[in-house]
């Protein structure tokens, strides 16, 4: 196993971690910290999709057009990064906007297209992973590397509900935070060199040869 495999296998454990320390719990937060209705609990889970789609989407076209994917995924991991972070000031703002007398319509919708914005950008992180490791190694490998995503996935989001408990559901935003740092530095600094292009292309072509000699 080579040090970049270990990197890739490494950053999917982080990513499934940091990502068990909010998914399992956002709703509850909702409900619990920001009082919100079954309703808008419903409203704001279906824009987690919405938002995923479309920043992907868009983040796609870039990445076709420039073939910058490595610096693509680690802009969308930082995007991530801070959106959630200043969601931990989320039952702050929103009191602050009731105090002063904003329609709660108003905040609501502002609150939706935020949290929208901050779940699409780490949505879209998944899926820029997912290509990106698609691009080190080979087909039928890739259950290797996605198996430690489902293992930090487990392990943190049994572990995390605990802390929750004691210090409360808005610190699920730190957490994530602090657990999602070491991907961002990983994709700047240590990330794997470009694939080799054109493998395919150099088999078929000896192999051609070969026959053709033969």
């Given at each position: 196993m080579g040090k970049y495999d270990i990197l890739v296998k490494l950053s999917h454990f982080i990513h499934g971690g940091a990502s068990a320390t909010v998914a399992p719990f956002l709703q509850v937060f909702l409900k619990h910290?920001?009082?919100?209705?079954t309703g808008e609990i419903g409203v704001i889970s279906a824009s987690q999709f919405l938002f995923t789609t479309v920043l992907a989407s868009i983040l796609t076209c870039i990445i076709d057009t420039t073939g910058?994917?490595?610096v693509c995924f680690a802009s969308i991991i930082g995007a991530s990064i801070i959106f959630r972070c200043l969601l931990f000031f989320s039952h702050d703002?929103?009191?602050?906007?009731?105090?002063?007398?904003?329609?709660?319509?108003?905040?609501?919708?502002?609150?939706?297209v935020y949290i929208g914005l901050s779940e699409g950008?780490?949505?879209s992180s998944y899926i820029l992973l997912d290509t990106l490791t698609m691009r080190y190694i080979e087909t039928k490998r890739y259950g290797d590397?996605?198996?430690?995503?489902?293992?930090?996935?487990?392990?943190?989001?049994?572990?995390?509900?605990?802390?929750?408990?004691?210090?409360?559901?808005?610190?699920?935003?730190?957490?994530?935070?602090?657990s999602m740092l070491p991907n961002l530095l990983i994709w700047v600094f240590c990330s794997p060199p470009p694939p080799p292009r054109n493998i395919k292309t150099t088999t078929t072509t000896a192999t051609t040869t070969t026959t053709a000699t033969t």
């Open positions: 910290v920001l009082h919100m209705s910058r994917i490595r703002a929103l009191s602050w906007s009731s105090a002063h007398g904003v329609d709660p319509r108003i905040s609501f919708w502002c609150f939706w950008t780490f949505g590397y996605r198996l430690y995503a489902g293992l930090a996935w487990a392990l943190s989001s049994f572990a995390v509900g605990f802390v929750f408990k004691y210090i409360g559901y808005e610190y699920m935003f730190i957490i994530f935070s602090i």
